[in-house]
């Protein structure tokens, strides 16, 4: 039976790996083919192209632009639907902004299915004319750091956070570093100096739909894959980066939240049950998950926390953002 008391015990058995479960798209559907995901590209107007699938009746193409204001979020741009024959685009003048972030997916409609199926998601940045910061960035005394190349966001990352972002199975891309590099800019020291490392990869054995995960016996490490990358790159880090909190030196505060929001109330199976409803679905499995969540949605939508769910907003606020609030 598990106990509060042999808390710690049960954590490290179960939590040898602690990772975000993202949904995963159908196989079974068009994907993009280009521009390659993560390019930056230096036209306003590109041609989207993709693969066939045999059974499609129309392709919709739908694209999404990373918000400057609502950090972290993709907000829907706009859609063009065309004939099965036709496996590319060019995107309408008008349509896309200078030194933005862009996502874009293909629906194929079946006729057995005229919901259909979403492929994969592709990224692209545009840098006709390339800043050298972008807008919403608070000043930082690293002004000379050239955040427009990767080596120059990988030395940054590095002087900035001592951070070193490592490339595994898969390599760190512009458009990702700089999310990266936006994401670290936003949080304390005592936060990110928790994490070490952080390595790209393309996929883990964990499981397909496994975003990224940090392993308890190497907690400064953090690894993310593709489908992290492309889902939801800023708030997996953050999510991960509070596993590196909680075991570099701050287990009692993760303590503490599980004494606060959680309770061994079940006494057929021993199982942690939640006192009052995690803000996520995949914080429902356990306190560490539920921090890990609550502490993603503070930084990547903090309006959507404190509206849900203000208790734990004001302890991540004081126990782990040092007061810092967005
Ligand atoms: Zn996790």
């Given at each position: 039976?598990?106990?509060?008391?042999?808390?710690?015990?049960?954590?490290?058995?179960?939590?040898?790996?602690?990772?975000?479960?993202?949904?995963?798209?159908?196989?079974?559907?068009?994907?993009?083919?280009?521009?390659?995901?993560?390019?930056?590209?230096?036209?306003?107007?590109?041609?989207?192209?993709?693969?066939?699938?045999?059974?499609?009746?129309?392709?919709?193409?739908?694209?999404?632009?990373?918000?400057?204001k609502m950090f972290g979020l993709y907000m829907f741009l706009g859609r063009s639907i065309r004939?099965?024959?036709?496996?590319?685009?060019?995107?309408?003048?008008?349509?896309?902004?200078?030194?933005?972030?862009?996502?874009?997916?293909?629906?194929?409609?079946?006729?057995?299915?005229?919901?259909?199926?979403?492929?994969?998601?592709?990224?692209?940045?545009?840098?006709?004319?390339?800043?050298?910061?972008?807008?919403q960035q608070p000043t930082s005394p690293d002004t000379s750091a050239d955040l427009n190349t990767?080596?120059?966001?990988?030395?940054?990352?590095?002087?900035?956070?001592?951070?070193?972002?490592?490339?595994?199975?898969?390599?760190?891309?512009?458009?990702?570093?700089?999310?990266?590099?936006?994401?670290?800019?936003?949080?304390?020291?005592?936060?990110?100096?928790?994490?070490?490392?952080?390595?790209?990869?393309?996929?883990?054995?964990?499981?397909?739909?496994?975003?990224?995960?940090?392993?308890?016996?190497?907690?400064?490490?953090?690894?993310?894959?593709?489908?992290?990358?492309?889902?939801?790159l800023a708030g997996i880090i953050v999510h991960e980066m509070t596993h590196c909190f909680q075991?570099?030196?701050?287990?009692?505060?993760?303590?503490?939240?599980?004494?606060?929001?959680?309770?061994?109330?079940?006494?057929?199976?021993?199982?942690?049950?939640?006192?009052?409803?995690?803000?996520?679905?995949?914080?429902?499995?356990?306190?560490?998950?539920?921090?890990?969540?609550?502490?993603?949605?503070?930084?990547?939508?903090?309006?959507?926390?404190?509206?849900?769910?203000?208790?734990?907003?004001?302890?991540?606020?004081?126990?782990?953002?040092?007061?810092?609030?967005?």
């Amino acid at each position: 039976m598990i106990t509060k008391q042999n808390f710690s015990f049960y954590l490290i058995a179960i939590l040898l790996f602690s990772f975000l479960i993202l949904p995963f798209s159908s196989a079974f559907a068009a994907n993009p083919v280009s521009p390659a995901s993560g390019e930056v590209l230096k036209t306003l107007t590109p041609e989207l192209s993709w693969s066939a699938d045999k059974d499609a009746v129309k392709y919709d193409i739908w694209i999404l632009k990373k918000s400057k204001k609502m950090f972290g979020l993709y907000m829907f741009l706009g859609r063009s639907i065309r004939d099965a024959a036709e496996t590319k685009t060019k995107v309408k003048t008008g349509t896309l902004e200078d030194n933005s972030d862009y996502l874009w997916t293909v629906r194929t409609i079946t006729k057995s299915s005229a919901i259909g199926n979403f492929g994969k998601t592709f990224k692209f940045s545009t840098a006709v004319n390339p800043i050298h910061q972008t807008p919403q960035q608070p000043t930082s005394p690293d002004t000379s750091a050239d955040l427009n190349t990767v080596s120059g966001l990988l030395a940054a990352i590095k002087a900035k956070f001592g951070i070193t972002m490592e490339n595994g199975t898969a390599e760190w891309v512009l458009s990702s570093l700089r999310v990266a590099y936006n994401t670290l800019s936003k949080l304390p020291a005592k936060f990110y100096s928790c994490t070490k490392n952080i390595q790209r990869i393309s996929t883990t054995s964990l499981g397909a739909g496994v975003g990224g995960y940090v392993n308890s016996g190497d907690p400064s490490r953090l690894y993310m894959t593709n489908l992290g990358v492309n889902y939801d790159l800023a708030g997996i880090i953050v999510h991960e980066m509070t596993h590196c909190f909680q075991f570099n030196g701050n287990y009692s505060t993760a303590m503490s939240w599980a004494n606060q929001f959680w309770t061994a109330r079940n006494s057929y199976n021993g199982q942690w049950q939640p006192v009052s409803a995690p803000p996520t679905d995949y914080g429902r499995t356990n306190p560490l998950e539920d921090m890990a969540e609550s502490v993603k949605l503070y930084v990547t939508s903090a309006s959507t926390l404190k509206y849900k769910d203000s208790a734990r907003y004001d302890f991540v606020k004081n126990y782990v953002m040092n007061g810092m609030e967005f």
